[in-house]
């Protein structure tokens, strides 16, 4: 009688212990998915962080042309890329100029030409030029390597020691602001405004 209950006790034990063991194996099971998951999401977002901070553009000069009136109206301005940045769309980039009573915003238009300020329009659109095309160079895209000029005309005349904000906004990475006071005086036909 004695050897019966302690079979029954130790059934009992042993339904209990195989319990406690598929509830583990449950709860580890939840565990492993939901660390995946998460790992696949930190790996997503690093991803997306990375690229959002280090792209942008490096501004190497902004000049403007036909200074001899005292007054600037068509601007260039040299950029590239920042080492590590994704290429930039231009057609994904905003360009922004503030002066002290007036601004505009500007889109990209691949029939501006940057030889022919006929084409470029106040406060419209600006053009592209490819000083330098980098080894993986695609038409329409700033890519490593590249070397570009954007064209611009400014809502209104520039003079002589006026102040001008430039900023380019990708749709993608850091904006990146080009502040400046243009010169005293000005009377050749091209004037550097940057650096």
Known sequence: MLSSKKAEMGMG?????????LVAAVAAAVLISTTGTLQN???ATGKSTATEVGTS???VQ????????????????IVKLNAGSEPIRFSDLLLS?????????????????CDDSSTTVAGGDFGVLYSINGTN??????TKG????????????????????????PKVGSVRV?????????????????P
């Not at 902004?62 to 301005?77: I, K, M, N, P, R």
Request: aromatic fraction near 10%.
């Open 41 to 43: 999401k930190a790996l």
């Open 97 to 113: 100029v503030n002066l002290v009573n007036s601004s505009a915003d500007y889109t990209y238009d691949s029939g501006v030409d």
């Open 137 to 142: 160079n695609q038409d329409g895209y700033l």
């Open 178 to 194: 080009v502040e400046t006071d243009l010169p005293d005086l000005m009377v050749d036909t091209r004037v550097d405004v940057y």
């Open 62 to 77: 902004v000049y403007a042309e036909d200074g001899s009136d005292q007054a600037l109206e068509e601007f260039h301005t």
């Open 13 to 21: 034990t042993l339904i209990i212990f195989i319990a406690m063991i």
């Open 146 to 169: 590249d070397v570009v000029k954007l064209c611009f005309e400014t809502p209104r005349n520039v003079s002589e020691s006026e102040n001008i904000v430039i900023s380019f906004v």
């Open 57 to 59: 553009l490096n501004v």
